[in-house]
């Protein structure tokens, strides 16, 4: 069984293993539905981590 999580942008639940793309920031690793939710996050880290 895949292990969810979820996208820090549009607060999607997905499959880990499916996600479109990843990023690491600050020593954590986080998973997007979409290449648009990656770029948001990439520009703007900070207004998405510990949201949703």
Known sequence: M???VKDPVCGME???EKA???ASHMGKSFY???DS???KFE???M???GTK
Request: charged content about 45%; hydrophobic content about 20%.
């Open 2 to 4: 895949a292990e969810k």
């Open 47 to 49: 207004k998405y981590m």
């Open 20 to 22: 479109k793309g990843s």
């Open 14 to 16: 997905i499959d880990k």
């Open 32 to 34: 997007f539905c979409s």
């Open 43 to 45: 520009k703007e880290p």
């Open 37 to 39: 939710c990656k770029q």
